[in-house]
Each structure stands twice: as structure tokens, then as C-alpha cells.
């Protein structure tokens, strides 16, 4: 699975509280990117990190926010959680894009509820 | 606003005929695209992509057309067997682009029928 492992795999938590998932990979890759799946949404783009201590936005960013501290880590904060951010979360990580190789490699997902 | 659309929720062959999955893209920017497979429990896993410099990909019973007037990119499977059932997600993005991110379509289920 290309040495990325998400943490938990799995997580119930009530609406207001914080959650934080982790990525960790062990590829050394400079590039790490958070999304959700929804049914009928794909997977959408939260936040990625372009290097240590520099992260950006993506298409779906309001509620959620990310560090990275260190090449190999890579969280995402829900600062209080609610029902809409009830998802599957995918870490990603990959080289620059282009090239005959995939330039993403996903972890398994974490599958959050928000009740 | 959706740049990366796949038109078709599920589909359904019979095992050892052809497998086709579709692909739209509005962003003409994008000169990179790629399909990924999920199955359930488990995070996508890439399958094959193509540069805009070509119109057609290979890579075993696996085929990538893109057809850049049009905007658009197909996924031919042959032939298709059950193992191929899962959730087929193309995905599109600018080869040394500054951003470096990829963006997904909603997904297309195959259903490979023995």
C-alpha cells in the first residue's frame, strides 16, 4: 500500500467535538493530499501539503484544517465536527504529476460518523 | 462546478465482453488524466493514465482513449471479468502544473457479470 497508513481506521464522534486523522507515510514523498468520498460527490479535494510547514486549499476546505510538521505526517483537524462531515477520508501521497507513474497512492480511508 | 464528470453511475457487462467507461473534462488545461479502481474497505489504486501528446494508452486488457476536442476520455476494458467489478474513478491535472493536485470524477460502478 505504498507505506502510507492512516489512523484510525475508524472513528464515531458526537457534532462540536474535535477529531484529528493522521497520514504517515514512509516513501519520503514531498507531496501529501487530504480528500473525502461521497456517494455521488467522488472524491473531492480537502487540503495538500507541497512540503513541511506548506499546505494549501482544495475544493472542499471550509471546516477543516491541516499541519504538517514533518515530511512523513500529515493531519487533518475538524475544529468541531458535523453530520455533513460524516465521510470516508483519503490520505494521498505522490511525487510531481506527470510521468508513466501513478503520481498518487491512496491509504485505505478512515470512515468517519459525526452523530 | 464539476470539471471532471463521469455521466454514468454503474454499469453492467457480462464477463468477456467489453468494458466501457467514460470520462468528461471541462478544464482545458488539464494535459495529464488517469483512472484509478476501488474496491470496498480499501483506497483507490491506479490503473492507467495518459499525457494530452498521445490519444491512446495500453497497458494489457486495459486501454485509455482521450480525445481532446472533445474533452473527453473513455476506459476500455477486454476482455472484462469479475474481478474488474469495482468503482472506476477517472481523475485529471496539469503535468508539472504548480498546484501538483489531481481532481476526480464522481465514479462509475462496474458490475462484471460470470
Known amino acids: 500500500d505504498a507505506g502510507i497508513t492512516q489512523s484510525p481506521r475508524h472513528k464515531v464522534t458526537e457534532t462540536g467535538t474535535p477529531v484529528t486523522l493522521r497520514c504517515h507515510q514512509t516513501?519520503?514523498?514531498?507531496?501529501m493530499y487530504w480528500y473525502r468520498q461521497d456517494p455521488g460527490h467522488g472524491l473531492r479535494l480537502i487540503h495538500y501539503s507541497y512540503g513541511v510547514k506548506d499546505t494549501d486549499k482544495g475544493e472542499v476546505s471550509d471546516g477543516y484544517s491541516v499541519s504538517r510538521s514533518k515530511t512523513e505526517d500529515f493531519l487533518l483537524t475538524l475544529e468541531s465536527a458535523t453530520s455533513s462531515q460524516t465521510s470516508v477520508y483519503f490520505c494521498?501521497?505522490?511525487?510531481?504529476?506527470?510521468?508513466?507513474?501513478?503520481?498518487?497512492?491512496f491509504g485505505n480511508g478512515t470512515r468517519l460518523t459525526v452523530t | 462546478d464539476q470539471q471532471v464528470k463521469q455521466n454514468s453511475p454503474s454499469l453492467s457487462v457480462q464477463e468477456g465482453r467489453i468494458s466501457i467507461l467514460n470520462c468528461d473534462y471541462t478544464n482545458s488545461m488539464f494535459d495529464y488524466f488517469l483512472w484509478y479502481k476501488k474496491y470496498p474497505a480499501e483506497g483507490p489504486t491506479f490503473l492507467i493514465s495518459?499525457?494530452?501528446?498521445?490519444d491512446k494508452n495500453e497497458d494489457g486488457r486495459f486501454t485509455v482513449f482521450l480525445n481532446k476536442s472533445a474533452k473527453h476520455l473513455s476506459l476500455h476494458i477486454v476482455p472484462s471479468q469479475p474481478g474488474d467489478s469495482a468503482v472506476y474513478f477517472c481523475a485529471a491535472g496539469t503535468y508539472g502544473g504548480a498546484t501538483n493536485k489531481l481532481i476526480f470524477g464522481t465514479g462509475t460502478l462496474l458490475a462484471v457479470q460470470p
Open positions: 516513501e519520503n514523498h514531498r507531496y
Open positions: 495518459i499525457s494530452s501528446i498521445k
Open positions: 494521498a501521497i505522490g511525487p510531481r504529476v506527470g510521468g508513466n507513474n501513478s503520481p498518487l497512492h
